[in-house]
């Protein structure tokens, strides 16, 4: 079985979700597919969230939007037999649960820890909604996943708890899969108190790798919106180029140090239980991809990627770290960028500077160390 992990973009269309109709559909093996909530969906429901405890009512515009928008695509990608019972649960879970929430927190002065607790569920409803839509489009049996992600309180945060979270999943889902399953990503439930919580924003991408790692998935898919991982950023550097192969040290490296395709927690648990994991694009899924797995890139250097003030540069292990480093610092000391390296680990070397100079220095890197930037 395999895990397919699918992102805002991937579930935020009706053109988007044909794509992840065929591809879900070309699979012969029973798959778990986690959805994200509608690409935007997050952002509105966060900042709705701050209208209402505004006293503003103008969140009510963007509720109709939002539903509005669900309701289009459930006429657009949902089987006809399908629709009705479709649009009923996204109204009335729209109308009720999210607006009454909304509502509450408009009309009323509640308590600081109730808006706490509320903002983390009115935060899961994407997922809810996404969910719903794409469980009907594929004909899928539906698992609700804070039923099986949970977490634990630790320092004022909301953090996953392990070890529950992984019996729950092989409870759930260990024994005679169906063809299709869905559940979504991010939302979670507090271990203690079954409070809605969630794994952070991005967090869809971790859930599915706490699934496939304690299923022992053949596979992990993450079906994004680029083709995978990059050699840098390619706002920064337009040049960036796909790295097919990447080591999960090395992903991980590349995660830590800012590179954004994956939800950097997402790499530890595939690395442990030892799952090839694809980062591939739903709109171009001809296109090979990267596969994060046991064998390292084929490049000396895979990439250059950078967070605040630091740039890290990932490379094959044995690859001289040393001579790289060096060679990085003399082409960045002759355009008067200063550096110093801060951490290390075996495959990747982290530099600190000043944060104005960051996209420069990673152009620079590129540049010298790829060959092009
Ligand atoms: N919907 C959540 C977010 O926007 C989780 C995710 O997309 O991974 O952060
Ligand atoms: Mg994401």
Same mark, same amino acid.
Not at 190 to 194: H, Q
């Given at each position: 079985m395999k895990v397919l992990k699918f992102g805002g973009t991937s579930v935020g269309s009706t053109a988007s979700l044909l794509k992840v109709k065929e591809i879900v559909g070309r699979e012969t093996e029973p798959v778990i597919v986690v959805v994200s909530a509608l690409g935007g969906v997050t952002n509105q429901l966060l900042s709705m969230t701050e209208q209402a405890l505004g006293k503003d009512s103008a969140y009510e515009a963007t509720l109709a939007q939002l539903e509005e928008r669900h309701m289009g695509i459930i006429s657009d990608v949902v089987p006809g037999e399908r629709q009705q019972e479709c649009r009923e649960f996204v109204g009335e879970f729209i109308s009720m649960s999210l607006g009454g929430m909304l509502r509450m927190l408009c009309l009323n002065d509640v308590p600081a820890d109730i808006v706490a607790d509320m903002r983390k569920s009115i935060v899961s409803c994407g997922e809810i909604l996404s969910s719903a839509i794409v469980t009907m489009m594929l004909g899928a049996v539906p698992r609700y996943a804070p039923g099986f992600i949970k977490t634990r309180r630790r320092d004022g945060e909301d953090v996953l708890d392990k070890e529950q979270t992984a019996g729950l999943i092989r409870k759930e889902m260990g024994s005679q899969l169906p063809a299709v399953t869905v559940t979504q990503g991010f939302i979670s439930h @507090? /271990? /203690?108190? @079954?409070k809605d919580t969630n794994l952070g924003r991005g967090g869809s991408d971790f859930t599915a790798a706490l699934i496939a790692a304690a299923l022992g998935a053949d596979a992990l898919e993450i079906w994004t919106d680029v083709d995978g991982f990059l050699s840098a950023d390619p706002r920064v550097v337009p040049e960036a180029r796909l790295i097919s192969r990447l080591s999960f040290a090395q992903a991980e490296d590349l995660c830590n140090g800012g590179a954004k395709v994956v939800y950097y927690p997402t790499i530890a648990p595939v690395r442990e239980a030892g799952i090839p994991t694809w980062v591939k694009n739903t709109f171009r899924p001809e296109s090979l991809g990267t596969l994060i797995g046991n064998e390292m890139s084929d490049e000396a250097v895979a990439g250059v990627t950078s967070k605040d003030d630091t740039v890290t540069v990932v490379t094959r292990t044995g690859a001289h770290l040393a001579g790289i480093a060096d060679q990085l610092m003399r082409a960045l000391m002759a355009d008067d960028i200063a550096l110093c390296p801060v951490s290390r680990t075996p495959q990747s070397v982290t530099f600190r500077l000043m944060h104005d100079d960051v996209a420069q220095a990673v152009r620079l890197a590129h540049k010298a160390l790829l060959g092009q930037g």
């Open positions: @507090d /271990a /203690a108190t @079954d």
